[in-house]
């Protein structure tokens, strides 16, 4: 099972800009979702974004269209989110979630494996 690890998180102001990424070694077939959910204190993990792994579709949370982007690197085996414009309610632990199949869910259920998490802290 591929273990996905996460890094990129930090502290910044409001309107600042983080790219957080996804390493996910050892990824042998093109039918994976990829999916960035997010955790805040006292709240439960929520959707972010996900890409179909072999063809690049995306889908969005409204909370962050506009201002969030996902990619994926298929030749490094790297998923990416770039977060612009971060707002204070973004504050969260962000987990990088993989699946098997072809449909982007938002349901945490769904996923088969998760990294560990990194912190995304905006000020106001």
């Known amino acids: 099972q591929v273990q996905p690890v996460e890094s990129g998180g930090g502290l910044v102001q409001a309107g600042d800009s983080l790219r957080l990424s996804c390493a996910a070694s050892?990824?042998?077939?093109?039918?994976?979702?990829m999916a960035w959910f997010r955790q805040a204190p006292g709240k439960e993990r929520e959707f972010v974004s996900g890409?179909?792994?072999?063809?690049?579709?995306?889908y969005y949370a409204e909370s962050v269209k506009g201002r969030f982007t996902i990619s994926r690197d298929n030749g490094k085996n790297m998923g990416y989110l770039q977060m612009d414009n971060l707002k204070p309610e973004d504050t969260a632990v962000y987990y990088c979630?993989?699946?098997?199949?072809?449909?982007?869910?938002?349901?945490?259920?769904?996923?088969?494996?998760w990294g560990q998490g990194t912190q995304v802290t905006v000020s106001s």
């Open positions: 979630g993989l699946r098997q199949g072809w449909t982007i869910s938002i349901m945490v259920s769904q996923y088969d494996s």
């Open positions: 050892g990824l042998t077939f093109n039918n994976y979702v």
């Open positions: 890409i179909r792994w072999s063809v690049g579709n995306t």
